[in-house]
């Protein structure tokens, strides 16, 4: 069974750091591109990050370009993502999600449970 | 960056067809998926490249694009497909994924 899951959420005061991972399994981890997704309660999907298989192609949405950096280690089966200046309008829950196919432009066929980001003084 | 715009809400009688729009500039030349998230848990896919029905989702849904505008259709609605709808492409120009703003299905 394909599970992923994220940790890593919490409080944290504006401009500070975290760190949230995303462990999966039941699946040939480093097969897959994997984005990042965020949704503020109540509002709708919005994109983030997407990585490749192996790590060497990477997208980021203008609005974290620069304070966010995406990464994986495969050989532990993990996604990451290193959030830095973080901002209020940052708070949300974060989902990790594998792209179905070894193409970016497959559509998401799992997603993690997510993890709430609550950026607050 | 690319905008795909969705009504924020489509209400529908049990057991007619819903029809609920994504549009953006050229969406026809684009993959469309579309999403259902019900309260309380994570998007699942309904429809992906613009009109295949992934294993296991039932032949009521089904998908069109063209132009300006994709199109999820679900006919004999059910109380049980309320839920948010999300569409998302690549868009290559900017090496961006998008999500539509979403739409809620209110079933009457």
């Known amino acids: 069974e394909v599970q992923l899951v994220e940790s890593g959420g919490g409080l944290v005061q504006p401009g500070g750091s975290l760190r949230l991972s995303c462990v999966g399994s039941g699946f040939s981890f480093s097969s897959y591109w994997m984005h990042w997704v965020r949704q503020v309660p109540g509002e709708g999907l919005v994109w983030v990050s997407r990585i490749d298989s192996d790590g060497s192609t990477i997208s980021y949405a203008d609005s974290v370009k620069g304070r966010f950096t995406i990464s994986r280690d495969n050989a532990k089966n993990t996604l990451f993502l290193q959030m830095n200046s973080l901002r209020a309008e940052d708070t949300a829950v974060y989902y990790c999600a594998r792209i179905e196919t070894v193409s970016k432009t497959g559509s998401i066929d799992y997603w993690g449970q997510g993890t709430l980001v609550t950026v607050s003084s | 960056s690319y905008v795909l715009t969705q009504p924020p809400s489509v209400s529908v009688a049990p057991g007619e067809t819903a029809r609920i729009p994504c549009s953006g500039i050229?969406?026809?030349?684009?993959?469309v998926h579309w999403y259902q998230q019900k309260p309380g848990q994570a998007p699942g896919v309904v429809i992906n490249?613009?009109?295949e029905r992934p294993s296991g989702i039932p032949e009521r849904f089904s998908g069109s694009n063209s132009g300006n505008t994709a199109t999820l259709t679900i006919s004999r609605v059910e109380a049980g497909d309320e839920a948010d709808y999300y569409c998302q492409v690549w868009d290559y120009r900017s090496d961006h994924d998008v999500f539509g703003g979403g739409t809620k299905l209110i079933v009457l």
């Open positions: 050229h969406i026809g030349s684009k993959s």
């Open positions: 490249y613009d009109d």
